[in-house]
């Protein structure tokens, strides 16, 4: 079998896709797959739509010779590699992590639905209208659908795909050694609380420096690590150093081992999210044997249970602050989340999710 595979970003980029595809690239040659990989950052410096036309060149050049076109992502890549597996004649299977046209209202174009919600709203601005029409139709044109969780299952099907196309196929992650952690995180005293996101609204940057702010005014000095870039940043920063004043560290992006070795070095995992589909980090976050305090939001229930960490409602400041602060003030119940999380990560086992993925492809 040959797969084509589309993804919107490769590492060195950071995100849930790179490194979903290099595991792919790197796994699926030793299941009898072979594999190649086509990146949209390699047309992303030219103009839009030029770019886009250049992508499906790219696709259909290199797809001649392969089985079906795998793509990671429903628009900025899943348009283009719809159009060139329509020209080809090959099947085309994506795999959905989140809603695109949803993000992009979020961030651009002022929606302010929760995602639930969104799904059951029709009247949008009319960006948003033609990113959810996209969407939609490459996942119609499509021959299955990969979801990381059940959740996003859910939501898939909400656009009227027939659940039986959709196929849950959870994440995983291996920890890469030989990270570099930045000096400015190792001169910031234990506990160290972290989280690793895009800075963008869902991802409830600021109310994670509140309550970090809210632990510190109870008596506790633990230090905040944020790793990620966004167009919040500016704004969180500000906002860091008016709560918080010392011992934070905003590191911007970082390379994937470079994570991984900031999350050895680290004593709390936090991720206030609003929505979610799966994260990658609370496996990542998992398999460093980290405590973990996320929301009840999305996929995050499907990761994170009782014994690896602690479940919030989504928006609850105090509710964070304590979680935090009963992690960091308790030894014993803190290694007992820690031995949690190990355990817990063998769930979401590289071999595991490759077999699944080569067994569905191999379905088509």
Do not use: C
């Not at 979020?106 to 639905?113: L, M, P």
């Not at 031995?339 to 379905?363: C, D, I, N, W, Y």
């Amino acid at each position: 079998m040959r797969v084509l595979i589309a993804t919107p970003l490769y590492p060195p980029e950071p995100g849930g896709p790179a490194t979903y595809a290099k595991l792919l690239k790197e796994g699926l040659p030793g299941l009898g797959v072979e594999v190649s990989i086509v990146k949209f950052n390699d047309v992303r410096h030219l103009p839009k739509i030029f770019r886009h036309f250049a992508y499906i060149l790219r696709l259909i050049w290199e797809g001649r010779s392969y089985d079906l076109v795998l793509v990671l992502d429903p628009v900025s890549t899943g348009f283009p590699a719809a159009l060139a597996a329509m020209f080809l004649g090959k099947p085309l299977v994506l795999k959905v992590v989140g809603d695109y046209a949803w993000e992009q209202g979020k961030q651009r174009f002022g929606v302010t639905e929760s995602l639930d919600d969104f799904a059951l709203e029709r009247r949008v601005p009319l960006p948003v209208r033609v990113l959810r029409s996209i969407e939609t139709w490459v996942a119609h044109r499509s021959s299955a659908i990969i979801v990381p969780s059940e959740y996003l299952k859910l939501h898939v099907a909400s656009w009227g795909i027939p659940s039986e196309k959709i196929t849950v196929i959870h994440n995983a992650v291996a920890l890469a050694e030989g990270g570099k952690v930045p000096e400015e995180v190792l001169r910031l005293p234990h506990p160290r609380v972290l989280t690793v996101a895009r800075l963008v609204p869902w991802k409830g940057i600021a109310g994670l420096i509140e309550a970090v702010a809210k632990v510190r005014r109870d008596g506790k000095k633990v230090s905040l690590i944020i790793v990620g870039d966004g167009s919040e940043r500016s704004h969180l920063e500000k906002h860091a150093q008016e709560k918080l004043r010392d011992n934070f560290v905003f590191t911007g992006p970082l390379a994937p081992k470079d994570v991984h070795a900031i999350l050895r070095e680290s004593d709390v995992f936090a991720l206030n999210s609003a929505y979610e589909g799966l994260s990658h980090v609370l496996i990542e976050a998992l398999a460093a044997g980290l405590p973990i305090v996320a929301t009840k939001a999305g996929g995050n229930v499907e990761v994170v249970t009782d014994d690896s960490g602690i479940l919030i409602p989504v928006g609850d400041t105090p509710a964070l602050a304590d979680a935090i602060a009963r992690i960091i003030n308790n030894p014993e119940p803190s290694s007992r989340l820690r031995e949690g999380a190990l355990k817990r990560s063998q769930l979401f086992g590289v071999p595991v999710m490759l077999a699944r993925t080569k067994e569905l492809l191999a379905a088509i």
